[in-house]
T-cell receptor, first 115, second 112 residues
Framework: ETGVTQSPTHLIKTRGQQVTLRCSSQSGHNTVSWYQQALGQGPQFIFQ?????ENGRGNFPPRFSGLQFPNYSSELNVNALELDDSALYLCASSSWGGGALETQYFGPGTRLLVL | SQQGEEDPQALSIQEGENATMNCSYK?????LQWYRQNSGRGLVHLIL?????REKHSGRLRVTLDTSKKSSSLLITASRAADTASYFC????????????FGSGTRLLVRP
């Protein structure tokens, strides 16, 4: 167990809807990263939040947005859902000070199905 | 886009045998990490090797890193059925240290 929790575990939405996924980071960690993992693929970096600010972003459109709260928990919001958004969404927490990225601890993921 | 590629894509071995997985990456890195994933669930961190290290051990795991070839290998000795999972390497690049870039993974099946 990593101490990183995600909710919900599974979610079914229809195309065009909006979804919010939640993540509680491990105690003592100040950074949360979100990844999208399509079936049979490795995880793809969406973005990272460090001390409540977006610290870096992958190749995802603006309809993917996020928040980090003062307790370092985080939300991933996806607007105007598309069928290709169906995937496992993973959040990972770590303690980062601006240099090399240390171990990231992953939650169990939220599996999103868009119909 | 994926930073690296794992080889082989799939591996089937008998319990007790050793399993070797390879990973190649494209850009200079700070660290390389290996993760395990069971049946599409969360990733479990196995081992981190820094760019100035060449070999690292953790229990039945042995990781090597060759930065000149931009490659790494993960050796699991005396495999068990419980080792059945997908294994991913992930790197954080010198110019993008805030994110991990994952390979496509090796699916390992350990037959009892």
């Amino acid at each position: 167990e990593t101490g990183v929790t995600q909710s919900p575990t599974h979610l079914i939405k229809t195309r065009g809807q909006q979804v919010t996924l939640r993540c509680s980071s491990q105690s003592g960690h100040n950074t949360v990263s979100w990844y999208q993992q399509a079936l049979g693929q490795g995880p793809q970096f969406i973005f990272q939040y460090y001390r409540e600010e977006e610290n870096g972003r992958g190749n995802f459109p603006p309809r993917f947005s996020g928040l980090q709260f003062p307790n370092y928990s985080s939300e991933l919001n996806v607007n105007a859902l598309e069928l290709d958004d169906s995937a496992l969404y993973l959040c990972a927490s770590s303690s980062w000070g601006g240099g090399a990225l240390e171990t990231q601890y992953f939650g169990p993921g939220t599996r999103l199905l868009v119909l | 886009s994926q930073q690296g590629e794992e080889d082989p894509q799939a591996l089937s071995i008998q319990e007790g045998e050793n399993a070797t997985m390879n990973c190649s990456y494209k850009t200079s890195i700070n660290n390389l990490q290996w993760y395990r994933q069971n049946s599409g669930r969360g990733l479990v961190h196995l081992i981190l090797i820094r760019s100035n290290e060449r070999e690292k051990h953790s229990g039945r795991l042995r990781v090597t890193l060759d930065t000149s070839k931009k490659s790494s290998s993960l050796l699991i000795t005396a495999s068990r059925a419980a080792d059945t999972a997908s294994y991913f390497c992930a790197t954080d690049g010198l110019d993008s240290s805030y994110k991990l870039i994952f390979g496509s993974g090796t699916r390992l099946l350990v037959r009892p």
